[in-house]
């Protein structure tokens, strides 16, 4: 088939959603598929700029900046996003090509209008990736209240769940989500398709070597991603300072996000010498620094009601990490991680609960050799982009 996919982030982006479309696009090339990625770009001076990507063409256009700016300046640049976009595309050679099916990626939910031009120009089928239900989370975290705001977000997200044909949610727990008033409509497009990981092939170097650190030799907790609101670090940074008390154990952190700077803050004023930060580093890096480290740590504000399986999860799973979470209840991570016997997790607000859970599994790690294979073996099992490749492509040639 001749693939289209549509994203607002691609490498050299280093955020989760980035490596994640950039894994699909190499697979499907893999598979014997045409796939060109357009993806918003605010780094580069040309209003539109075609490169290869291990064999994905990769075009990139000038978009107004949604990222890292004020809350009115991303609605705004959000808004605009899309018809930016196709205004530009349009004086691209690869606007004339004809495509088979056009697959997108949700967040953002303002693609819309971009998808409905070409949806209508090429005549073909649409997947929509959903990975998070907004505005919806942003009510559940308190970011946003169910006014005039809200209820024009949700006319965006309904917009783009009537132009998809295909909606692949990434958790069982997420079809209920559909039960809700006028989504109901959807419900018959709506299939579960699990987040994917590609295994890591030889170790590249990483630029951060714990041995050479205050934290050399200790029993290392690992987070590397976004540092933000929707994460709910406040449990997390409580049990880190009761953790003062061990000198064995220690915290790194490696992303970037709008908590970044209050997390130093809170870290500096604890007194807390168990703990490094670190900017984002590049992905093939990551599989090294998690060797370094003993678990990996999940992060999702309990206030959450949807299901949300974080990348940095599969990422951890892939390198063979146990993992320590604090969920939404009733997430779906939840089951699997005690079904598959991969880490342990808590969904409450108790520091000192969440303490005797992270010390009871250090102990079942430290004597348990068999974990790291488990986890191997679900990121294996559950998680592979090859399989969501094939049920992507299967979707759009004949709606299964």
């Known amino acids: 088939m001749k693939l289209l996919i549509i994203a607002d982030a691609f490498p050299p982006m280093r955020t989760s959603a980035a490596v994640h479309m950039s894994e699909l696009a190499i697979e499907l090339i893999a598979q014997g598929h045409y796939v060109v990625v357009v993806v918003p770009q605010t780094s580069f001076v040309p209003s539109i700029a075609i490169s290869d990507y291990y064999g994905v063409k990769l075009v990139s256009i000038s978009t107004p900046k949604t990222k890292d700016v004020s809350y009115l300046r991303r609605v705004i640049a959000e808004f605009l996003l899309p018809y930016v976009m196709y205004y530009r595309l349009r004086s691209c050679s690869i606007f004339n090509e004809n495509f088979d099916g056009i697959i997108w990626y949700s967040p953002t939910i303002f693609f819309g209008p971009l998808i409905s031009r070409l949806k209508s120009r090429y005549q073909c089928r649409t997947y929509l990736v959903l990975r998070d239900m907004f505005p919806d989370w942003a009510v559940d975290l308190g970011l946003m209240r169910r006014g005039l705001p809200y209820y024009i977000l949700k006319i965006v997200e309904y917009y783009q769940y009537k132009l998809a044909d295909v909606i692949g949610i990434q958790a069982p727990g997420n079809f209920k989500y559909f039960d809700r008033g006028l989504l109901g409509k959807f419900k018959s497009k709506v299939k579960l398709l699990w987040t994917w990981v590609t295994p890591a092939g030889l170790l590249k170097k990483c630029s951060i070597d714990l041995s050479k650190t205050k934290l050399a030799g200790r029993i ?42 209050r997390l130093k803050s809170v870290a500096a004023q604890n007194g807390s010498r168990n703990i490094l930060f670190f900017d984002e580093i590049e992905s093939t890096e990551i599989p ?29 799973m892939d390198s063979g990490l146990p993992v320590l979470a604090r969920l939404n209840p009733g997430n779906d991570l939840i089951q699997m991680i005690n079904d598959n016997e991969v880490g342990a997790s808590y969904q409450g607000y108790d520091p000192d609960e969440f303490k005797e859970i992270a010390y009871r599994l250090i102990e079942i790690v430290q004597n348990n050799q068999s974990m790291s294979s488990r986890c191997r073996n679900l990121a294996r099992a559950l998680f592979s982009t090859e399989n969501a490749a094939k049920q992507i492509v299967n979707s759009l040639m004949y709606g299964n």
Do not use: T, W
């Not at 090294?288 to 951890?316: E, T, W």
């Open 220 to 261: 290392n907790f690992v987070y590397a991603g976004n540092i933000g609101v929707a994460q709910d670090f406040d449990l997390i940074m409580s049990f880190i300072n009761l953790c003062k008390e061990r000198s064995d154990i220690g915290f790194v952190f490696v992303g970037r996000g709008s908590e970044v700077g």
């Open 288 to 316: 090294a620094l998690y060797a370094q480290c003993s678990i990996g740590l999940v992060a999702l504000d309990p206030r959450h009601m949807s299901n949300n399986i974080p990348g940095k999860f599969l990422s951890y």
